[in-house]
């Protein structure tokens, strides 16, 4: 009997724990001074790496998102300043201008990067 009450408690803090790590969702924080701001999209990217996905937006802009550890996976992989990492999304107008930048994934490399 102990081991089937052991079990059940085992499962059910299992449950919990997925359930809680599965709803975690943050809301993105609009950045609202930073260097890159009315900047091109390509000084971000000479500074920082490239960007890895881009989507194109109704008014003939892009959002593009942009992570710190995309730039040397294999350096990145081997230490363990790659995680947390600092996730952004990039928001720029038809001429490749940045209009609005918010942080997806937060890390105190966020605060370096966005400057």
Same mark, same amino acid.
């Given at each position: 009997m102990k081991v089937k009450i052991? +079990?059940?408690l085992i499962f059910i803090f299992i449950t /919990? +724990? /997925?359930n809680g790590c599965l709803q975690?969702?943050?809301?993105?924080k609009e950045v609202t001074? $930073?260097?890159? /701001?009315?900047? $091109?999209? +390509?000084?971000f990217e000479i500074d920082? #790496? *490239?960007c890895y996905a881009r989507e194109k937006s109704s &008014?003939?802009? *892009?959002?593009?998102?942009w992570r710190s &550890?995309? #730039?040397a996976p294999l350096i990145d992989a081997l230490t363990w300043d790659s995680f947390p990492y600092c996730e952004l999304r990039i928001k720029t107008n038809k001429d490749s201008i940045i209009t609005k930048i918010e942080v997806l994934e937060d890390d105190i490399k966020c605060a370096w990067v966005l400057k």
């Open positions: 052991k +079990t059940l /919990l +724990t /997925l975690y969702n943050p809301k993105p001074k $930073s260097f890159y /701001l009315n900047k $091109s999209l +390509t000084r920082n #790496g *490239y &008014d003939g802009g *892009y959002i593009n998102y &550890d995309r #730039g």
